[in-house]
């Protein structure tokens, strides 16, 4: 690259959603174009997890995929972060072998922004993906909070 700006590590944060399963490919073919590492990161929200542990809260949540209310059951919750995990890997692993391109994804637990922007100040790109038309405010505040250059890739 020319300037001063160089990327030798690139974050990619992920999650469930479409724009951001749509924006892998692009940027693993951006760090293959600027020959940077490239590293995925899954953040659980453990706040889920700790309402479920919580005593005197509700017993149920309305889920915002169905919108039909569900119980609220911590093995469940568990259950489900692991599969995104391993869906996400799957996704994952298939994108790098036709991009022949290194990516590891690290799964971890916390408050999502904060842990996006710790694990960010080690790269010199964090790239994210949001809805189209919509900015979120996980997104919004990442974005913000974030010490290094960030790339907001949009949903196809």
Not at 72 to 80: F, N, P, R, T
Not at 88 to 99: C, F, I, P, W, Y
Not at 103 to 110: A, E, F, M, P, T
Not at 120 to 136: F, I, K, M
Request: with cysteine.
């Amino acid at each position: 690259m020319t300037g001063n700006f160089s990327v030798r590590h690139m974050l990619i944060a992920l999650d469930t959603s479409p724009a951001a399963r749509a924006g892998l490919g692009v940027a693993l073919r951006l760090a293959a174009r600027l020959e940077a590492d490239v590293e995925s990161l899954f953040v659980e929200d453990g706040r889920l997890l700790d309402l479920c542990g919580a005593g005197g809260l509700p017993t149920a949540h309305v889920n915002a995929l169905t919108g039909r209310a569900e119980a609220v059951d911590a093995h469940l919750m568990e259950a489900g972060l692991r599969a995104q995990a391993a869906q996400l890997a799957a996704e994952l692993s298939r994108e790098t072998a036709v991009l022949r391109r290194a990516c590891r994804l690290r799964s971890v637990r916390g408050p999502v922004v904060a842990t996006l922007i710790a694990a960010a100040a080690a790269s010199d790109l964090l790239v994210v993906s949001r809805r189209l038309r919509h900015v979120g405010a996980v997104l919004e505040a990442t974005t913000r909070g974030a010490a290094i250059s960030v790339l907001v890739l949009p949903e196809k």
